[in-house]
C-alpha cells in the first residue's frame, strides 16, 4: 500500500514539473504595435521623398505615392490671401509661396501612432504634422499652425491628413539665383539610377518578369524573346513562326494568284498572303546599295536574329543618300500600333495626359527637327524605350506645361 502511494505522489510530482517548467512556456509577442508604426513610418518617409522631389524640380513615381493618396503641389497666395500664379511676371511677384504636399487621410485610430512616429523620426522636418480643424500640429512641438482658407480648398485638405508645409522665395525679375547642381552618379550593373529622398541613389534593378506563350526571359536586353527551345518541328511544306507569342506551323508555299509583275508574301500578323510589287521589278537606281547600321552581337553560341530595320515598332528609318547611314526617327503615326503603346489611345489625353516619346539621349532628340533646342527631359524617372509612353501628371497632383511641352514628343508636368 505505502509502496503504490509513493508510486502515486512519484507521477504527480513529475507531471506538475512538466507543466509548471518554465521550458514548457511559449511567451506571445504582440507585434500588432510595431507593424502599425512601420506602417505609418514608411507613409511619412514617402511623403518626406514626395516633398523633397517637388523641391529639387524632379518627379517621384514610387507605387507608395499612389498607394497613400500623396500628391504635391505650388501654392502662392497674394496680399488678400487668395490663390495666384506662383511666378514673378510684370513685376510681381507672390506675397507667399508654398510648397505643400499631402496624403490621404489617415484612420482616426492612428492619430496618435502617427504623432508619435513624427516625434521620434521626423522632430526636425518642419511644418510636418497631421491637418485637423483647420491646422497643422507639427511632431516633435506643441505649437499649432493655421492653414489658410485658399490652400486648404485648392488642396482639398480633411482631418487625419499628413501634411507638409514648405516656405520659399520666388526670386524677382532680373535676380540672379545661384543652383546647386546635384552630382550625377554613375550605377553598377543590376541597379537603377533614381531620385528618392532628396538625392540621386542606385536601387537594386530587379525587372524580371514571367513571359507568356514561348517567350523566355532575357537578361541582357531586359524583355521577352521567342524561345528557339519550344519551337516546333513542323510537317513538310512548313515552317514554324510566332503567332501571339506561340509557335505555330502555317504552309509557306502560297496558292494566291497574284497580277503581273506581283508575287504572293505572307503577313506573319495576319497569317494571310498578300500580293505586293515584286522587288526585283524595281528599276529605281539607288545610290546607297548597303545601308550602313548598327553592329549586330551577342555571345558566343547564342541565336540571333537580324531585324530587317534597326528601328522600334515606333519609328521610321532615314536615310542619307550621301553616306548610307541610317538615322531612326519617331512616328506619331505609329501610336496606334499596339506593338508601339498597348494601351488605348484615346485615354491618354486631356489637361494632365499627354504621350511622349522615351528619347535614349541628346543626340537623338537633336535629330527630331521640330522639337531642336528644346529642353528635353533625360532623368532617371522617364523611360528612354524608343516608344511612345503616357505621361500622367495627375499622380503629382499636376497638369501639363503647355509651354515646355510638346506631345508626343516632349511632356513636361506643371
Given at each position: 500500500m505505502n509502496i503504490f502511494i509513493i508510486i502515486l505522489v512519484t507521477l504527480f510530482m513529475a507531471g506538475y514539473f512538466m507543466m509548471d517548467s518554465p521550458s514548457q512556456y511559449i511567451k506571445k509577442h504582440d507585434t500588432q504595435y510595431a507593424i502599425t508604426q512601420a506602417d505609418l513610418r514608411a507613409i511619412a518617409q514617402c511623403a518626406t521623398a514626395m516633398h523633397n522631389a517637388q523641391i529639387n524640380g524632379f518627379e517621384f513615381n514610387d507605387i507608395c505615392t499612389e498607394q497613400n493618396q500623396i500628391r504635391s503641389d505650388f501654392v502662392c497666395l497674394d496680399n488678400n490671401m487668395r490663390i495666384t500664379n506662383c511666378d514673378a511676371g510684370r513685376n510681381r511677384k507672390p506675397m507667399y509661396s508654398y510648397i505643400v504636399t499631402a496624403t490621404g487621410?489617415?484612420?482616426?485610430?492612428?492619430?496618435?501612432?502617427?504623432?508619435?512616429?513624427?516625434?521620434?523620426?521626423?522632430?526636425?522636418?518642419?511644418?510636418?504634422?497631421?491637418?485637423?480643424?483647420?491646422?497643422?500640429v507639427a511632431g516633435g512641438t506643441s505649437?499649432?499652425?493655421?492653414?489658410?482658407?485658399?490652400?486648404?480648398?485648392?488642396?482639398?485638405?480633411?482631418?487625419?491628413?499628413?501634411?507638409?508645409?514648405?516656405?520659399?522665395?520666388?526670386?524677382?525679375?532680373?535676380?540672379?539665383?545661384?543652383?546647386?547642381?546635384?552630382?550625377?552618379?554613375?550605377?553598377?550593373?543590376?541597379?537603377?539610377?533614381?531620385?528618392?529622398?532628396?538625392?540621386?541613389?542606385?536601387?537594386?534593378?530587379?525587372p524580371k518578369t514571367?513571359?507568356?506563350?514561348?517567350?523566355?526571359?532575357?537578361?541582357?536586353?531586359?524583355?521577352?524573346?521567342?524561345?528557339?527551345?519550344?519551337?516546333?518541328?513542323?510537317?513538310?511544306?512548313?515552317?514554324?513562326?510566332?503567332?501571339?507569342?506561340v509557335w505555330e506551323c502555317v504552309e509557306p508555299f502560297p496558292d494566291k494568284q497574284c497580277p503581273v509583275n506581283m508575287v504572293a508574301r505572307l503577313n506573319y500578323n495576319t497569317l494571310e498572303w498578300e500580293c505586293v510589287i515584286d522587288p526585283t521589278m524595281d528599276k529605281n537606281i539607288k545610290k546607297c546599295n548597303n545601308v550602313i547600321r548598327g553592329a549586330i552581337s551577342g555571345t558566343l553560341g547564342a541565336t540571333l536574329r537580324i531585324p530587317q530595320s534597326p528601328c522600334t515598332d515606333c519609328e521610321r528609318m532615314i536615310v542619307d543618300p550621301e553616306t548610307c547611314k541610317t538615322t531612326c526617327l519617331p512616328d506619331p503615326a505609329k501610336i496606334d500600333d499596339v506593338k508601339c503603346y498597348p494601351g488605348p489611345t484615346a485615354e491618354c489625353s486631356g489637361p494632365t495626359r499627354a504621350f511622349f516619346f522615351g528619347f535614349p539621349n541628346a543626340e537623338y532628340a537633336e535629330n527630331v527637327e521640330s522639337i531642336r533646342g528644346m529642353d528635353i527631359p533625360l532623368d532617371g524617372t522617364r523611360a528612354q524605350n524608343r516608344r511612345f509612353n503616357c505621361m500622367d501628371c495627375a499622380v503629382s497632383g499636376q497638369i501639363i506645361d503647355t509651354e515646355k511641352s510638346r506631345p508626343p514628343y516632349v511632356v513636361v508636368c506643371k
Open positions: 487621410a489617415l484612420d482616426e485610430n492612428n492619430y496618435n501612432d502617427m504623432m508619435l512616429v513624427l516625434e521620434k523620426h521626423f522632430a526636425d522636418a518642419g511644418t510636418f504634422g497631421m491637418f485637423r480643424n483647420n491646422e497643422i505649437t499649432k499652425r493655421r492653414v489658410p482658407d485658399a490652400i486648404i480648398e485648392k488642396m482639398e485638405l480633411t482631418d487625419n491628413q499628413l501634411v507638409y508645409f514648405t516656405q520659399y522665395e520666388i526670386p524677382s525679375p532680373g535676380e540672379q539665383v545661384v543652383v546647386n547642381v546635384q552630382p550625377d552618379i554613375v550605377c553598377p550593373t543590376g541597379t537603377a539610377k533614381t531620385y528618392k529622398f532628396g538625392r540621386w541613389q542606385c536601387v537594386a534593378f530587379n514571367n513571359c507568356g506563350g514561348d517567350m523566355i526571359w532575357d537578361s541582357d536586353l531586359y524583355e521577352c524573346v521567342p524561345d528557339e527551345s519550344r519551337k516546333q518541328l513542323c510537317g513538310t511544306n512548313q515552317t514554324a513562326i510566332l503567332v501571339d507569342s
